[in-house]
T-cell receptor, first 115, second 113 residues
Framework: GAVVSQHPSRVICKSGTSVKIECRSL??????MFWYRQFPKQSLMLMATSNEGSKATYEQGVEKDKFLINHASLTLSTLTVTSAHPEDSSFYIC???????????FGPGTRLTVL | DAKTTQPPSMDCAEGRAANLPCNHS???????VYWYRQIHSQGPQYIIH???NNETNEMASLIITEDRKSSTLILPHATLRDTAVYYCIVRDLTGGTASKLTFGTGTRLQVTL
């Protein structure tokens, strides 16, 4: 299957700082990428849909000014958590839509810890 | 909201078949049944999907009832590495690659020796 990478795999930051997470499709182009958040012992919750060259579409309850998404190319989407607070500590996972098989392939996730 | 119901947990002995059920009684005609699994602290992994016919691949088999209101994922010979949370998801592919996946709570499968 297609490969999606995320960087960094884990990050620890101080409260009030901003953190950028990258999601890359390594061997295919992705017009659409998705960002999920997963708290411990819970399921994945879709945060936003990222479209190359246009603004992201956010799910209800997700603050677009806090979670900035940029999808500048067909292989890269970034999620920036601005002014992070401890409650933003979570496992952030991206997925990319692959056209040939109409599938979503997931990245390995980024564990964010805000102190 | 997820449109599927799954048992929260199941156990299976290594080498035996693992049969994971899923109810999706409100599935519409253009929605597919997808199965993903998530091993601890990793991203979800695609397993299989189907519309109305039974499907089989190198990982698993998917059995969908004739009325499409339920399905069963079968791992024919479970190994310890199959221990994971398994998610059954109904997905409308009208939007192509932009079609969302809505994850429910899934079934935590524990494979034991």
């Amino acid at each position: 299957g297609a490969v999606v990478s995320q960087h960094p795999s884990r990050v620890i930051c101080k409260s009030g700082t901003s953190v950028k997470i990258e999601c890359r499709s390594l061997d295919f182009q992705a017009t659409t990428m998705f960002w999920y958040r997963q708290f411990p012992k819970q399921s994945l919750m879709l945060m936003a849909t990222s479209n190359e060259g246009s603004k992201a579409t956010y799910e209800q309850g997700v603050e677009k000014d806090k979670f900035l998404i940029n999808h500048a190319s067909l292989t890269l989407s970034t999620l920036t958590v601005t002014s992070a607070h401890p409650e933003d500590s979570s496992f952030y996972i991206c997925s990319a839509g692959e056209t040939l098989y109409n599938e979503q392939f997931f990245g390995p996730g980024t564990r964010l810890t805000v102190l | 909201d997820a449109k599927t119901t799954q048992p929260p947990s199941m156990d299976c002995a290594e080498g035996r078949a693992a049969n994971l059920p899923c109810n999706h009684s409100t599935i519409s005609g253009n929605e597919y049944v997808y199965w993903y699994r998530q091993i601890h602290s990793q991203g979800p992994q695609y397993i299989i999907h189907g519309l109305k016919n039974n499907e089989t691949n190198e990982m698993a088999s998917l059995i969908i009832t004739e009325d499409r209101k339920s399905s069963t994922l079968i791992l024919p010979h479970a190994t310890l590495r199959d221990t994971a949370v398994y998610y059954c998801i109904v997905r409308d592919l009208t939007g192509g690659t932009a079609s969302k996946l809505t994850f429910g709570t899934g079934t935590r499968l524990q494979v034991t020796l």
